[in-house]
């Protein structure tokens, strides 16, 4: 049953290290690196439950929060946090702005119950970087700056013998001082703010 974590961490481990820019393990690190070019997401107008993705618009960053790879469950989110439906999911962001150089957010793996769980992390971003480190609960926090324009992450939780799954809070996504913000076009800023778009699919708790 768990063929798909074994292989999916074999390729983690011998790929990781590989990074085109600077991995933060403190917020307060990645916010200095930011300085005001980023938003700040702490998901407290999340609702409890299955949605298929959330998408967010804040007028000079945007992006998707889903999850993948092929076929997937959705999200499952809970007491303000994203996660997933099922443990073979990962969460997937998808930066749509175009101008995204800085993320960060508190990364963690959680049981069925929601609970904090050991786990192996595994972050890959779309500039070929990834990072694999073991689940530190609810305070841990993963930060990443690029030169390259960062247009997806993705995390995973691998638990081998019991399922575990991926799960975020307080997500940071931003730039640093060597590029400047680009703003969206005016004709992107139509409801600015967190949209929240929500399509509900199950009720009942994760898989």
């Given amino acids: 049953m768990y063929t798909k974590e074994i292989m999916v961490l074999t390729i983690a481990l011998i790929t990781a290290g ?16 930011m300085g005001a070019g980023y938003t700040h997401n702490d998901f407290s107008s999340v ?9 967010y618009d804040f007028g000079t960053f945007a992006y ?3 999850t993948g790879p092929i076929p997937t469950s959705g999200l499952y989110n809970e007491g303000g946090v994203i996660s997933t439906a099922s443990n073979f999911d990962s969460i997937v962001i998808n930066f749509t702005s175009g101008n995204v150089h800085a993320i960060g957010a508190n990364v963690w793996a959680t049981d069925p119950g929601f609970d ?21 609960g609810p305070s841990a926090f993963y930060g990443y700056t690029s030169d390259m324009i960062i247009t997806s992450v993705e995390i ?4 081998f013998l019991s399922p575990r799954y991926a799960t975020m809070d307080n997500l940071y996504v931003g730039t640093t001082g060597d ?5 969206l076009p005016p004709a992107a800023w139509a409801g600015i703010g967190m949209l929240g778009l929500m399509s509900a699919r199950r009720s009942m708790r994760r898989s």
């Avoid at 590989?18 to 690196?33: C, F, Q, R, T």
């Avoid at 786990?119 to 500039?127: F, K, P, R, W």
């Avoid at 995973?156 to 638990?159: F, L, S």
Wanted: proline fraction near 7%; glycine fraction near 10%.
């Fill in 18 to 33: 590989a990074s085109a820019g600077d991995v933060y393990l403190s917020e307060a690190d990645l916010i200095a690196e």
């Fill in 47 to 55: 609702s409890d439950g299955a949605v298929d993705s959330l998408d």
């Fill in 64 to 66: 998707e929060i889903t």
């Fill in 116 to 136: 904090p769980a050991g786990a192996l992390m595994l972050v890959t971003l779309s500039d070929g970087t990834v990072e694999a480190f073991p689940s530190g």
């Fill in 156 to 159: 995973r939780a691998v638990g």
């Fill in 179 to 183: 590029y400047p913000i680009v703003p």
